[in-house]
């Protein structure tokens, strides 16, 4: 078992940046592959963008790409998400994740271990 407690979310500005972090605590010793995905009021669950074990592979959605940096410390059991630019239709909660295996696959269903969420708002 893996437990993920997000931190960082809040509210800023349009044009604005946060940083969220997810700590990982329990069975750290899998190499696991990790993402975030985040959930827009009345929308469905969409894959924001996931890193490999070793942080040599990145993923990210569309509409993130250019803005948003994903990155890992495997020595502290951490990851990042660095948010720039952020536009009001970021606003979401996001969601930490992670999955038993090393491969960052882009589809909610691989993964398997996820946080309570932390609240991010970008007022226009």
């Known amino acids: 078992q893996v437990q993920l407690v997000e931190s960082g979310g809040g509210l800023v500005q349009a044009g604005g940046s946060l940083r969220l972090s997810c700590a990982a605590s329990?069975?750290?010793?899998?190499?696991?592959?990790m993402a975030w995905f985040r959930q827009a009021p009345g929308k469905e669950r969409e894959f924001v963008s996931s890193?490999?074990?070793?942080?040599?592979?990145?993923r990210y959605a569309d509409s993130v790409k250019g803005r948003f940096t994903i990155s890992r410390d495997n020595a502290k059991n951490m990851v990042i998400l660095q948010m720039n630019s952020l536009k009001p239709e970021d606003t979401a909660v996001y969601y930490c994740?992670?999955?038993?295996?090393?491969?960052?696959?882009?589809?909610?269903?691989?993964?398997?271990?996820w946080g309570q969420g932390t609240q991010v708002t970008v007022s226009s």
């Open positions: 994740t992670a999955r038993a295996g090393t491969y960052a696959y882009t589809g909610e269903r691989d993964y398997t271990y």
């Open positions: 890193i490999n074990w070793s942080g040599g592979m990145k």
């Open positions: 329990g069975d750290t010793n899998s190499r696991s592959a």
